[in-house]
């Protein structure tokens, strides 16, 4: 047998056994960046990154997202306790999946889809079943986009980072975490930075209703507005203020810890 075979057929190997690392590889990249996310506040996320690579696509080069770190205990409490009450009640007692709302969301969305087919009209009103540590697997770590190929991709990266992130994370930090990253406006994430925006003050003197108001606009910043809400994030505010005090306001925080 000549060399030249031979010397191809090792290539191969070495190849093929590096394609077998690779999710080893990544699985331990992974639950490193997770680990050092516990104790290191993130410098920023895939979505603002994402937001200005979008908006100097478009030419707008002078675009600055605003975001400015505040810890948990240095914002109002109204804040975080307005985003479970808002997005996921079962917080604390979930392992980053919510198997209750996601039955629920699918109930709806089927009986919408049948609703918009009857009347010939394009479906709205979809409910969504992410939870907070979700959210923050998504912000932190994946990308935006609705293509078919990537979606399925997309969500198990979302899926795994979820898993670890529940499972390195204690509750307090996973709330703390998307208090700073959720995007309550083009441009503008954290409870700090839109306290700065919208009402010129420091997150933690959010009042009940400017937290309840933040949190309404979730999952449509870009559509909705917190600093003047139309009777849409008006009535979700109030609501969100009475679920506030149904999951026990600051004691609920309290038996996070």
């Keep these: 047998m000549s060399a030249v075979p031979v010397a191809k057929a090792s290539r191969g190997r070495r190849w093929f056994r590096w394609l077998l690392a690779l999710p080893f590889l990544f699985a ?4 490193l960046q997770v680990v050092v996310l516990r104790f290191v506040d993130p410098p920023f996320t895939a979505f603002m990154a994402a937001r200005v690579v979008e908006a100097w696509g478009k030419g707008e080069f002078g675009f600055r997202v605003a975001y400015e770190w505040r810890d948990l205990d240095r914002m109002a409490a109204s804040l975080p ?17 919510d198997l209750g709302a996601i039955e629920k969301a699918r109930v ?9 087919e009857k009347r010939g009209r394009p479906v709205t009103r979809l409910r969504g079943a992410s939870t907070i540590s979700q959210q923050v697997a998504k912000n932190l770590f994946l990308w935006q986009g609705s293509n078919r190929v990537t979606r399925w991709a997309r969500k198990g990266l979302e899926a795994w980072y979820t898993v ?6 204690p509750k307090t930090r996973i709330l703390e975490v998307y208090a700073n990253v959720a995007e309550f406006g083009d441009g503008v994430y954290g409870g700090q930075a839109a306290a700065r925006r919208y009402w010129g003050k420091d997150a933690s003197g959010l009042t009940a209703n400017e937290s309840a108001r933040l949190a309404a606009v979730l999952p449509s910043p870009r559509r909705y507005s ?3 809400p139309g009777p849409y994030v008006q009535r979700r505010a109030a609501g969100i203020q009475r679920q506030v005090r149904q999951i026990g306001g600051t004691a609920y925080l309290e038996a996070l810890q």
Excluded: C, P, T, Y
């Design 28 to 31: 331990a990249a992974s639950v």
């Design 81 to 97: 306790l307005s985003m479970v009450a808002a997005e996921d009640q079962n917080f604390a007692s979930h392992h980053g999946f």
């Design 226 to 228: 917190a600093h003047r």
């Design 108 to 116: 709806h969305n089927r009986k919408m889809v049948e609703r918009a």
């Design 164 to 169: 670890l992130i529940e499972a390195l994370w």
